[in-house]
């Protein structure tokens, strides 16, 4: 049967809308079950702390819990590959941090490409680390600090959390712009490498603020210097490294993204409910008395900042001539 051409046009306009109805729908109910936070970091580290806090937020927001599951190892490939391979349906977000830019660099047969695999979500914050030491180590400023390792060439180790992350990137930065001569120790993240550092196994760590301040405060720890240009709120008294060695600057970062694929409007909910989640007050204090700067913004303008750090961190990696361990 031949149909007319405005009753063929009309039933083609009817079909055309249905599939959307199901994704608009989808939409708007997101989320329907649980969503997974995965972190490549273990439970203590700062991503950590910063996912389950954001984590309980949005479980009050959107009725559905957000379960963390902490995949360290490989520097975070394991928990990106994780990611990478759950579905596109935006149930299942991944924590990213430096390391995940650094990576590209540092890794070329990866089974994922970061940039191209992962969808922004949003940005969370930034982390000022702190240059710390073994109470042993005789030195309690940054100065004190360079004369000690240029006397002890090869004899001082310095932890990080593992090949490629801030810490590590931290730590290589310094030792490039001050000539000072350091075995790097990568270690399964920070608790790990902190408790080494408390007890003397290794000498120093640039370790980000809120995993160490409970020992800086405690005394197991020193902190000679923090990393950013201005002093952190938490630790007032702890000068700059750059107030000793001109130009010094690294920031820890951590965001959130997803699998790329997963919907428009299920992207722009995460976004919106972690910015209200940064911008309310009792978030903010608990991430402040962490030392952790909230810094929201839209998917695009992280998806920018990630490729940016990309670069940044790539050229870095090259001029320093670091290798993957």
Same mark, same amino acid.
């Given at each position: 049967m031949?149909?007319?051409?405005?009753?063929?046009l009309?039933l083609?306009?009817?079909?055309?809308?249905?599939?959307?109805?199901?994704?608009?729908a989808?939409?708007?109910t997101y989320?329907?079950?649980p969503?997974?936070i995965?972190?490549g970091?273990?439970?203590?580290?700062?991503p950590?702390?910063?996912?389950?806090?954001?984590g309980?937020?949005?479980?009050?927001?959107?009725g559905q819990?957000?379960?963390?599951e902490?995949?360290?190892?490989?520097?975070?490939?394991?928990a990106v590959?994780a990611a990478?391979d759950?579905?596109a349906?935006?149930?299942?977000?991944?924590?990213?941090?430096?390391?995940?830019?650094?990576n590209?660099?540092f890794?070329?047969s990866?089974h994922?490409?970061f940039? /191209?695999?992962? #969808?922004p979500? =949003?940005?969370? !914050?930034?982390?000022?680390?702190?240059?710390v030491?073994? $109470?042993?180590v @005789?030195?309690t400023?940054?100065?004190e600090?360079?004369a000690?390792?240029?006397?002890n060439p090869?004899k001082?180790?310095m932890?990080?959390?593992?090949v490629g992350?801030t810490i590590?990137?931290?730590?290589?930065?310094f030792?490039?712009t001050?000539?000072v001569?350091?075995?790097h120790v990568?270690?399964?993240?920070?608790p790990?490498?902190?408790?080494?550092l408390?007890?003397?196994?290794?000498?120093?760590?640039?370790?980000a603020v809120?995993?160490s301040?409970?020992?800086? /405060?405690s005394? #197991?720890?020193? =902190?000679?210097? !923090?990393?950013?240009l201005?002093?952190?709120d938490v630790? $007032?008294?702890v @000068?700059t490294?750059?107030d000793?060695v001109a130009?010094?600057?690294a920031s820890?970062?951590i965001g959130?993204?997803?699998?790329?694929?997963?919907?428009?409007?299920i992207?722009?909910?995460?976004?919106?409910?972690?910015?209200a989640?940064?911008?309310?007050p009792?978030?903010?204090?608990r991430l402040?008395?962490l030392?952790?700067?909230?810094v929201?913004?839209?998917?695009?303008?992280f998806?920018?900042?990630?490729a940016?750090?990309?670069?940044?961190?790539g050229?870095?990696?090259?001029?320093a001539?670091i290798?993957?361990?």
């Amino acid at each position: 049967m031949k149909l007319p051409r405005r009753r063929f046009l009309q039933l083609a306009a009817g079909a055309a809308v249905l599939p959307a109805v199901p994704r608009v729908a989808r939409a708007q109910t997101y989320p329907a079950r649980p969503v997974r936070i995965i972190v490549g970091y273990p439970p203590g580290d700062s991503p950590d702390t910063v996912a389950r806090i954001m984590g309980q937020w949005m479980s009050d927001r959107l009725g559905q819990p957000f379960v963390i599951e902490n995949k360290p190892g490989a520097a975070t490939n394991i928990a990106v590959q994780a990611a990478v391979d759950a579905a596109a349906d935006g149930y299942t977000l991944l924590w990213v941090t430096t390391a995940n830019t650094s990576n590209v660099t540092f890794y070329d047969s990866l089974h994922f490409d970061f940039l /191209r695999d992962v #969808a922004p979500v =949003a940005a969370l !914050v930034r982390v000022p680390l702190v240059m710390v030491v073994n $109470p042993t180590v @005789p030195a309690t400023t940054v100065a004190e600090f360079i004369a000690y390792a240029k006397s002890n060439p090869g004899k001082i180790n310095m932890a990080s959390a593992g090949v490629g992350g801030t810490i590590h990137l931290a730590g290589e930065l310094f030792k490039a712009t001050t000539g000072v001569d350091m075995l790097h120790v990568p270690y399964r993240g920070s608790p790990p490498a902190i408790s080494d550092l408390i007890t003397g196994r290794v000498q120093v760590m640039f370790d980000a603020v809120p995993s160490s301040l409970p020992h800086i /405060r405690s005394g #197991a720890l020193r =902190a000679l210097g !923090v990393t950013t240009l201005t002093r952190s709120d938490v630790l $007032p008294d702890v @000068p700059t490294v750059a107030d000793t060695v001109a130009g010094y600057e690294a920031s820890a970062w951590i965001g959130a993204t997803t699998r790329r694929g997963a919907q428009p409007e299920i992207i722009a909910t995460l976004n919106r409910e972690i910015n209200a989640g940064l911008a309310d007050p009792g978030v903010t204090a608990r991430l402040a008395d962490l030392g952790m700067t909230p810094v929201p913004a839209t998917p695009a303008a992280f998806g920018l900042f990630l490729a940016a750090e990309t670069e940044k961190w790539g050229k870095v990696i090259k001029f320093a001539g670091i290798k993957v361990e």
